[in-house]
């Protein structure tokens, strides 16, 4: 059994799609990021960067793993799915999964940043971020014109990369004139433990919707642990 120490995030969702695509047994920890139950010395002893998410496989004598993107590898590894184990398709996937680590999970969660959870608006700091997260779209983009997916079959790759593209409305980016980013992204959506992945735990706001009521609730709660450092 393994258990996920979580939250409705787009790199909590990683965790849990994997988990659910491998049929994996596990037990979900919802955290309260809020309530910066990431920063209490028994979380940080799982995860000393104090963030979500972050598993323990008790099969394995209780080994953790932190760090979205090393879970998921993990997880495909101890299953042998989600990533081949030739040299060139390992490193084709990882190669996509290192793309969303250094450059769309950030530039995204920047975005977030300037553009829903500070008061005061930093116009260069929300172009920089949005226009960044749009590039990135674009090289998905073009790469997705000639491949259904982003690394051979379907893999850890897409769940990654789907986890925080499907936000795009959330950073403020348009994806309308990206045809083959659009297909992607529905055609993983359509996917049985995609829709469960994405509920555990479930969100309090529709991060593909676009109610503004929920967003700026959503943004106050988020500002709370965006603002704080690493104690409580
Ligand atoms: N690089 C890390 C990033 C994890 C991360 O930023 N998690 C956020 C939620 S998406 C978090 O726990 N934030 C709480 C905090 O900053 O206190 C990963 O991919 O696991």
Excluded at 82 to 109: A, E, N
Excluded at 156 to 168: E, G, L, P, Q, S
Excluded at 178 to 188: A, F, M, Q, S, Y
């Amino acid at each position: 059994m393994i258990s996920l120490y979580s939250a409705a995030t787009p790199n909590g969702h990683k965790a849990s799609i994997a988990l659910e695509e491998l049929g994996l047994p596990y037990k979900l920890h919802s955290i309260d990021l809020s309530a910066k139950e990431q920063k209490d010395s028994w979380f940080l002893a799982i995860n000393p960067n104090g963030r979500i998410p972050a598993i323990i496989d008790r099969e394995e004598d209780g080994f953790t793993v932190f760090e979205s993107g090393a879970i998921l590898m993990y997880l495909a590894e101890k299953t042998g799915q989600l990533m081949p184990t030739d040299i060139k398709g390992r490193s084709r996937v990882i190669q996509w999964l290192m793309f969303q680590m250094g450059g769309v999970g950030p530039m995204m969660g920047q975005a977030n940043v300037f553009f829903r959870y500070y008061p005061e608006k930093i116009q260069p700091a929300i172009d920089r971020y949005q226009g960044e997260s749009k590039r990135l779209f674009q090289v998905l983009d073009m790469h997705l014109q000639d491949s259904e997916y982003l690394a051979g079959d379907y893999s850890i790759a897409d769940i990654a990369n789907w986890a925080w593209v499907r936000t795009y409305r959330w950073s403020g980016v348009e994806i309308d004139d990206l045809p083959n980013l659009k297909r992607w992204l529905d055609v993983i959506r359509s996917r049985p433990a995609v829709q469960k992945g994405i509920e555990m735990p479930p969100s309090a706001l529709d991060f593909e919707g676009n109610d503004e009521n929920a967003a700026r609730k959503f943004s106050q709660d988020t500002l709370t642990w965006v603002e704080t450092g690493q104690s409580r």
